[in-house]
Structure formats: C-alpha cells, structure tokens
C-alpha cells in the first residue's frame, strides 16, 4: 500500500521548491529589469535636460549679452562646446530598448547587469559632462567675467563686488558637496544591488 507523503515532508517541499523558486525568481527579474531600465532612461532624460540648460543659457549670453564685456563671447561659445561635449559623452551607448518580455533567466540577468553599468557610467560621469556645463554655464561664462571686468574698471569696487558674489558661491560650494555626498551614496546602492542580482543568480542554480 502506497503511503502519500506528508505535506511538511522534507523530501516532498525539496522536490517541489526548484519549479516554484524558478517561476518566483524569473518574475522578480523581469520586474527588475523594468525597474533599472526605468530608471536609466529617467537619469537620462535628466541629463539631457541639464545639458539643454547649460545650452540654451550659453546661447542666449553669447547672442544677446556676450558683447558686454570683453571676452564674455568666447566664454559663450566655449561654453556651447563644452555642453555638446558632454552631452555626447554622457549619451553614447547609453540608450537601449527594453527587455523582451519573453527572455530568459540568463538574458535576463545580462539585461539587469547592463542596466547597472549603464547606470555606474552615469554616475561617474555626473561631475565632469552632467554638473560640469551648469557649474561653467553659471559662474564661468555669466559671473567671471562681470566681477572681473567690474573689479579692473573700479578697483576700490572689488572687495563690495566679491562680498556680493560670496553668497551666491558658497551656495555654488555647498550644492556641489551635496553633489558628491549624493554620488557615494548612489554607488554604494548600485554596489548594493549587483550584490543582491549576485544573490539571485546563485539561489536559482
């Protein structure tokens, strides 16, 4: 007589886990996968809306009030330089479609890892090609030249000029703290999530 096991068999719950944790973990990435491409594509359009910033700024000053003072144009122009730079710089081959929705736990695991890269490339270009156009836009191309031409027309002016300016540059300072304060912490989650895409992986073999 055949005896039916137990529901709390150990043998039967191990011999029944591998098909359910597959389904459960095949879910998980692909939900994942959206999360991260989401994600990027937001970072991304975050740039790209930085950059259109910096641009039009840099435009608009060389057109309308570059010949202000002198060498105000070519600060303006270099400016437009550097922000279509850096918009080729962060943006290449950082686009991609999305997952297939019908891919596989090893596709999807390649899909979530590039995601990240996509992401930590991002990251470590923030500074330089993100922030960079924006902190030159503001304080090299608009105020430079004004506190520079202001202090050599009236040189009894220049500690009132640089105490006006003060404020505005220690904000500058402080934003660009937090900036990097916002940078470790944003790698330290990516750190954090290769882990647990790492963990994933290695439970579902």
Request: aromatic content about 8%; some cysteine; hydrophobic content about 45%.
């Amino acid at each position: 007589m055949e005896i039916n096991p137990s529901p709390s068999d150990p043998k039967s719950i191990w011999q029944n886990q591998p098909a359910e944790t597959s389904k459960v973990t095949m879910m998980l990435i692909r939900q994942r996968a959206r999360d991260l491409h989401t994600k990027t594509r937001r970072a991304l359009i975050g740039t790209a809306i930085s950059h259109l910033i910096a641009f039009v700024c840099c435009v608009a000053g060389a057109f309308l009030g570059g010949g202000r003072w002198p060498g105000q144009r070519m600060a303006f122009g270099a400016g437009i330089v550097y922000t279509l730079i850096a918009a080729v710089m962060v943006n290449r081959k950082m686009w991609n479609a999305p997952m297939p929705g019908d891919a596989g736990f090893a596709t999807g695991i390649e899909f979530c890892r590039a995601e990240l890269a996509r992401q930590s490339a991002t990251e470590k270009r923030a500074i330089l090609w993100v922030a960079g156009p924006l902190i030159y836009t503001v304080a090299g191309a608009y105020l430079g030249p004004v506190i520079i031409t202001t202090i050599r027309a009236t040189p009894d002016a220049g500690p009132n000029v640089l105490s006006k300016a003060a404020p505005f540059f220690a904000l500058l300072t402080i934003w660009f703290v937090a900036a990097l304060f916002i940078r470790i912490r944003q790698k330290r989650d990516l750190r954090r999530e290769i882990e647990d895409l790492d963990a994933i992986a290695k439970e579902s073999r």
